[in-house]
C-alpha cells in the first residue's frame, strides 16, 4: 500500500508568511493607537479617583482650596499634602522646560496650537507616580441660588514630561467647586462633563503668565 505524505513546499510557506506580513503592517497601527489611547484613559481615571479621594479628606479636614486666597504657596502647602508629593516647585512654570519638559506649553486635543501658558503659569508640583500637577492661578465667581460661589483651577498631567503632552490625552484641567466637588472641564477628558454653571479657560487665545 502506498501511503503519499503532503507538506507545504517553500515558496507556499514564504507566501504564507508574507501575506501574514501585509496584514501585520495594515493592522498594528491601528492596534498600537488604540492600546495608547485605553492606557491614556486609564492614566485618567487613576488620577480622577487620586483627586477625589484627595478632596475628600480635605473636606474631613475642614479644608476648602475655593474659599482661601489666591497665592502660589497656599496651593503648593495645602494642596500637596494630600499627595505623595516628591517635589514642589514655587516659581513660574510658565515655560515648562523648567520642569525637564521637551516643549515650553502643552498642546490642544488637536495638537494643531499650543495650550494657552495662563492654564499652568503659577507653581507645579511633582508626584511620586510621576504626574505633575500645575495651578493656573486662577479663581471663578458665579452667582447661583445661595450666592457667589468661588470655583478653584488647576491641570494635572497624569505621566509628567513624557509625551504627547496633550490635553485630552495625558493632561487634564479641572475646577474645585463649593464643598470641595471636583469638576473635570469638557474639553476631550473621558466620558466626563462639566456642568452647564462651571466654567473654564479660554485655551488658546490668552497667554497671561504670571
Not at 495650550?115 to 499652568?120: A, L, M, R, T, V
Amino acid at each position: 500500500m502506498n501511503i503519499k505524505s503532503s507538506a507545504f513546499t517553500l515558496s507556499e510557506v514564504l507566501i504564507t508568511l508574507g501575506v501574514i506580513g501585509v496584514v501585520a503592517v495594515m493592522t498594528l497601527p491601528s492596534v498600537i493607537h488604540k492600546y495608547k489611547i485605553k492606557s491614556y484613559e486609564t492614566a485618567f481615571k487613576k488620577s480622577y479617583s487620586m483627586l477625589s479621594q484627595a478632596l475628600l479628606r480635605m473636606k474631613a479636614d475642614d479644608v476648602y482650596l475655593e474659599k482661601q486666597p489666591s497665592n502660589v504657596y497656599y496651593f503648593n502647602n495645602t494642596f500637596s499634602k494630600y499627595f505623595k508629593t516628591i517635589k514642589k516647585y514655587n516659581g513660574s512654570t510658565c515655560d515648562l522646560t523648567v520642569l525637564g519638559y521637551k516643549n515650553s506649553t502643552f498642546r490642544d486635543p488637536s495638537n494643531s496650537v499650543n495650550f494657552n501658558s495662563g492654564g499652568h503659569g503659577q507653581s507645579a508640583f511633582i508626584l511620586n507616580n510621576g504626574a505633575i500637577i500645575f495651578y493656573t492661578g486662577n479663581w471663578w465667581t458665579f452667582s447661583g441660588t445661595n450666592g457667589n460661589q468661588d470655583y478653584f483651577e488647576f491641570m494635572i498631567d497624569t505621566n509628567g514630561i513624557k509625551a504627547p503632552n496633550r490635553l485630552g490625552y495625558d493632561v487634564f484641567y479641572f475646577q474645585i467647586a463649593p464643598e470641595n466637588k471636583l469638576l473635570p472641564s469638557d474639553q476631550a477628558t473621558f466620558n466626563h462633563t462639566i456642568p452647564s454653571s462651571a466654567n473654564c479657560c479660554n485655551l488658546t487665545t490668552y497667554s497671561t503668565c504670571y
